[in-house]
T-cell receptor, first 113, second 117 residues
């Protein structure tokens, strides 16, 4: 069964460093998303992406964040200068159409020291 | 703005018993979708079940069913014949219209379910 994959599973970085979180959405899906879950809290929407453009972003998704689909399979989230409060689990999701269920990847746990 | 409320931070259930996890929602939209996800201790988000606001029947997927009461704005998840592997965090989510016809999910705070042997 097709699934969303994410790498790495765990990333440790120093405050101020840039990180890139990678996702491979389900191959025929066209809509892509990033969510964040701070430890012990609920999952929060960050950004949606379609047709190589951001469709919607939350207030969390400030200038330090960017997303890109560099090729036909990968979807990346970049944090330019990480802060301690960026420590969280980051989930990538994809859907075939806007109204279909979003399938989530296994997440990348980001730890900022 | 839409909102999802899960009032049970934690629940216990005996193995093989049924359990209901509560979820209420608030929206002014006529068309909406409700989802339940399971998050085991390993952290991944597993889609369980979906209910559309115009669906006349309650959704069912194996041992999972959704008790959808539109007038009360509730979408409770019922797990029948609980198994030890059902121990996990469960999130209720609602689909909210985002930019350019896309949707984003609004999640509740979750209910941690522990199944007892």
């Amino acid at each position: 069964e097709p699934e969303v994959t994410q790498t790495p599973s765990h990333q440790v970085t120093q405050m101020g460093q840039e990180v890139i979180l990678r996702c491979v959405p389900i191959s025929n899906h066209l809509y892509f998303y990033w969510y964040r879950q701070i430890l012990g809290q609920k999952v929060e929407f960050l950004v949606s992406f379609y047709n190589n453009e951001i469709s919607e972003k939350s207030e969390i998704f400030d200038d330090q964040f960017s997303v890109e689909r560099p090729d036909g399979s990968n979807f990346t989230l970049k944090i330019r200068s990480t802060k301690l409060e960026d420590s969280a689990m980051y989930f990538c999701a994809s859907s075939l159409s806007p109204s279909d269920e979003q399938f989530f990847g296994p997440g990348t746990r980001l730890t900022v020291l | 703005a839409q909102k999802i409320t899960q009032t049970q931070p934690g629940m216990f259930v005996q193995e093989k018993e049924a359990v209901t996890l509560d979820c209420t929602y608030d929206t002014s939209d006529q068309s909406y979708g409700l989802f339940w996800y399971k998050q085991p201790s390993s952290g991944e988000m597993i889609f369980l079940i979906y209910q559309g606001s115009y669906d006349e029947q309650n959704a069912t997927e194996g041992r999972y069913s959704l008790n959808f009461q539109k007038a009360r704005k509730s979408a409770n998840l019922v797990i029948s014949a609980s198994q030890l592997g059902d121990s996990a965090m469960y999130f209720c989510a609602m689909r909210e219209l985002a930019g350019w016809g896309t949707y984003k999910y609004i999640f509740g705070t979750g209910t941690r379910l522990k199944v007892l042997a």
